[in-house]
């Protein structure tokens, strides 16, 4: 409830607030309290969600009246400072954050990266690749020495040597060589750099485009992603799969551990053969389950969840594409065994809205919204004359003086930037400014890598500077978005006005009217008249199994037997009667209402209703009177808030002075 208050709140900020500053000979139309309102203050305020066309005057004065009480409302909130209060500010600041964020991205590299996503999503490619580990905040001879081994590896396949084999001898990716037993026997074929089909999103984005940018066919120039170099073979490149739901048989590789050569390839040969034998049953009308069963196989057909092109092996998809729902796939070999699908349902790639709007939401969730990021940071950086500072006359740099100065400590937590005390140098200048090493110094000490275990704190302090460069230019373009952009400015104004009187609001009214339980209940005593219970009927409501026990009922209430007597009797031997003590009043119980005639309750003692054989037996005719609060309560309370709103508008109106130009706000219809 109070979540939808706030809302309707933020809606009336947004109603009633402008964004327009005053303008040369712009008149003055109000002045309340200490607040001056201009003419075009007041038409942008109100052309922000009406339209002046058509409008009369009675339409403004209404307006003009929800505008004054709002903007002295929040004057009030200015008056009782609630802007210092904790909880109202770290509100009012995420706010901001969110607001802030389409601020500080690169808008055209945003819509360059969806269109790239968009195109993307229309293709799957396969891929294999080779790595070579090294971090991103690697020190500078490791990333060199991990490029030229990488380039090595190029070389040796563009002369020849298979991608696969070399992978699986030089790969830092262990998936891409055989997992051994202690005894040497194969427990996993490696995939030798396969990574199967994949489509937009399903992986890092570094590597993505990497994939994306080489020809089906070639092997890429080294890769640079978090994990290291890679080079990325193309294998294919197909009209995106969608999503798949199957039925699958399944008949798995013989995995009886010591198998002879000889053994293993007459194992094989016969699963081979069976299923081809399958699916030439299949091709002839044969069901999936009949073709199954004619060969013996234990393996019942599987269901397969809704799967896209990166969910299983990248032989299994190959066969897959082309299909349509209905259709049964040719033989498939995988390293689990052989495969036949029957293709359920088939959900295209679709490209609309819903499409877009979806995908705007992942890449904010995913790395390459860094690369909006990146780029808004690189353009500040230039346009505010960013430069390194570093002294070549001196052996060391200003961030290489941090290696001997930083130690473990930092990892728990612990380090005191008093260990820094004597560096002095300057670091980078930004923004008519010089960071100096005392700065980068105390983001350390406020950073620390709380938790981290088994790091090299070269490539951490690096990294740390990294993100003391990143926060520094980001925190100054954040600091002037309201000078810079008045929309923002005003969004914010709408936000921080919303949130102070949603809080004055709970204490003057809301709040109030919950926890005031003694004003509640005075009110209830002024208002409890208007809330009366109608005429009900205080009755006997007896219910029959049949005609012949209504009549002996009916009977027994023209004699005017007490209601525990007739129940004694009627149930003496077996359940013929039910009887509850019932007050109504009309059409507040449909089945009473068709028994009761309500225009003759004062002549008639009992009805019958000679269909259902169901009888009332009036006890008492209740005259209107008033409803208890606890079952009134929530009206009580809402209508407690009117009172308690009413009564703060006219103390509000009598504390300050209100002056309104109703005839030039008019000429604005006119």
């Not at 008949?251 to 299923?275: D, G, M, Q, R, V």
């Not at 300057?426 to 790091?455: E, I, P, S």
């Not at 690096?462 to 923002?488: C, M, S, W």
């Amino acid at each position: 409830m109070k979540a939808m208050i706030k809302s309707i709140l933020f809606g009336l900020v947004s109603m009633v607030f402008s964004s327009v500053y005053a303008q040369t000979a712009d008149p003055v139309v109000m002045k309340l309290g200490k607040e001056e309102i201009t003419l075009s203050n007041f038409k942008n305020t109100y052309q922000k969600n009406n339209d002046l066309k058509g409008k009369t005057e009675q339409d403004l004065r209404e307006y003009i009246a929800l505008y004054i009480n709002f903007r002295l409302k929040c004057a009030e909130t200015e008056a009782l400072k609630l802007d210092t209060i904790v909880a109202l500010r770290e509100e009012l600041a995420g706010y901001r954050k969110q607001a802030a964020e389409k601020y500080l991205t690169d808008k055209e590299v945003s819509d360059k990266i969806l269109e790239e996503a968009l195109e993307r999503m229309k293709w799957d490619i396969r891929v294999s690749h080779i790595l070579k580990s090294v971090s991103l905040d690697a020190l500078p001879a490791d990333t060199l020495e991990a490029y030229n081994t990488i380039m090595k590896i190029r070389n040796r396949i563009l002369k020849g040597e298979s991608f696969a084999e070399v992978a699986a001898k030089e790969s830092d990716d262990l998936s891409a060589r055989d997992k051994k037993s202690a005894g040497g026997e194969v427990i996993r074929k490696g995939n030798g750099g396969d990574l199967g089909y994949f489509t937009v999103f399903d992986l890092i984005y570094s590597f993505e485009t990497g994939a994306y940018n080489t020809p089906v066919g070639e092997v890429s120039m080294p890769v640079r992603t978090e994990f290291g170099y890679h080079l990325i073979f193309v294998q294919d490149k197909k009209s995106a799969l969608g999503k798949i739901k199957g039925t699958q048989i399944l008949i798995p590789h013989n995995n009886t551990p010591n198998l002879t050569a000889s053994e293993k390839a007459k194992s094989a040969a016969a699963i081979e053969e069976k299923i081809n034998n399958i699916y030439t049953d299949i091709q002839q009308g044969m069901t999936l389950e009949d073709a199954v069963k004619k060969q013996n196989i234990s393996e019942k057909p599987g269901q397969l969840p809704l799967f896209g092109s990166n969910r299983f092996e990248g032989d299994f998809i190959k066969g897959l594409y082309g299909l349509k729902a209905g259709d049964v796939s040719k033989p498939l070999h995988t390293s689990f065994g052989w495969h036949i699908v029957k293709i359920d349902e088939v959900q295209p790639v679709v490209f609309d809205e819903e499409t877009r709007s979806f995908t705007k939401n992942r890449i904010l969730r995913d790395t390459r919204s860094n690369k909006s990021k990146e780029a808004f940071i690189e353009r500040i950086k230039k346009e505010n004359n960013f430069k390194e500072l570093i002294d070549k006359k001196i052996k060391t740099t200003p961030l290489s003086d941090f290696y001997d100065v930083v130690d473990t400590s930092i990892l728990s937590g612990d380090w005191n930037f008093s260990q820094a005390d004597h560096l002095n140098r300057n670091m980078f200048f930004f923004a008519g400014k010089n960071y100096t090493q005392q700065d980068f110094a105390r983001y350390l000490y406020r950073n620390q890598f709380q938790g981290m275990k088994d790091v090299d704190l070269k490539i951490l302090i690096n990294h740390a500077y990294r993100q003391f460069i990143e926060t520094t230019v980001v925190g100054y373009e954040d600091a002037l978005l309201e000078e810079k952009y008045p929309e923002f400015a005003s969004l914010m104004k709408e936000y921080k006005e919303g949130i102070l009187l949603y809080e004055l609001s709970e204490r003057k009214v809301w709040k109030k009217a919950e926890l005031d339980t003694v004003g509640l209940e005075n009110y209830y005593q002024s208002i409890k008249s208007n809330h009366l219970y109608p005429v009900r009927l205080k009755a006997e409501y007896f219910r029959c199994t049949d005609e012949a026990a209504k009549n002996k009922l009916v009977s027994m209430v023209k004699k005017g037997v007490s209601a525990d007597k007739i129940m004694a009797k009627m149930n003496k031997k077996s359940i013929t009667l039910v009887m509850d003590t019932v007050t109504y009043w009309q059409e507040q119980n449909k089945q009473f209402d068709n028994i009761v005639d309500w225009t003759r309750i004062n002549e008639i003692k009992y009805f019958v209703d000679h269909t259902e054989n169901e009888l009332v037996r009036i006890l008492e005719i209740l005259q209107p009177s008033p409803k208890p609060l606890n079952e009134i309560k929530g009206i009580v309370v809402s209508d407690y808030q009117n009172m308690l709103e009413k009564e703060w508008i006219e103390d509000i109106h009598k504390n300050n002075s209100i002056w309104v130009d109703y005839n030039t706000i008019f000429s604005l219809i006119k």
